[in-house]
């Protein structure tokens, strides 16, 4: 298991929150005028999409972000449908009003990636 905390994120306070319908990217934007995003970028043969959200992401709008992490698992808990890979990654964010888990499943055949990406726009 690894951790990676977004320092770029921390104490930056969000206005709006964009998940598209596909669950493929999930966009934040800054009061600052920053724009966070996470996706996959699709290669061939592989799907990563948002699995699960718990929580409410409106409590992540309005106050500064005082968590934001990814932790990932490669291949727990286990899946009942076989696949040759996949790729559990979650994201945790929270302010003084709530927080939020973003689970994220990547499935593959072993050769291409599972990951999700992020940029700053």
């Known amino acids: 298991m690894s951790v990676k905390v977004f320092e770029d994120m921390l104490g930056t306070t969000i206005e709006s929150i964009d ?3 596909d669950d ?12 966070f995003s996470f996706y996959h970028m ?3 043969c592989e799907t990563v999409y948002i699995e699960d959200v718990t929580g409410d992401l409106e409590d992540l709008i309005g106050s500064p972000l005082l968590v934001s992490e990814e932790v990932s698992n ?6 009942e449908d076989a696949f040759d890979s996949y790729t559990w990654t979650f994201y945790r964010y ?3 009003k709530g927080c939020v888990t973003v689970r994220w499943l ?5 050769y ?3 990951s999700v990406n992020f940029r700053i726009l």
């Open 112 to 114: 291409y990636s599972e």
């Open 24 to 35: 493929s990217e999930l966009t934040f934007r800054a009061t600052d005028g920053r724009v």
């Open 106 to 110: 990547g499935l593959s055949n072993g």
């Open 74 to 79: 490669m291949d727990a808990p286990k899946l």
């Open 19 to 21: 998940r598209r319908s």
């Open 94 to 96: 929270a302010t003084n």
């Open 42 to 44: 699709q290669d061939c």
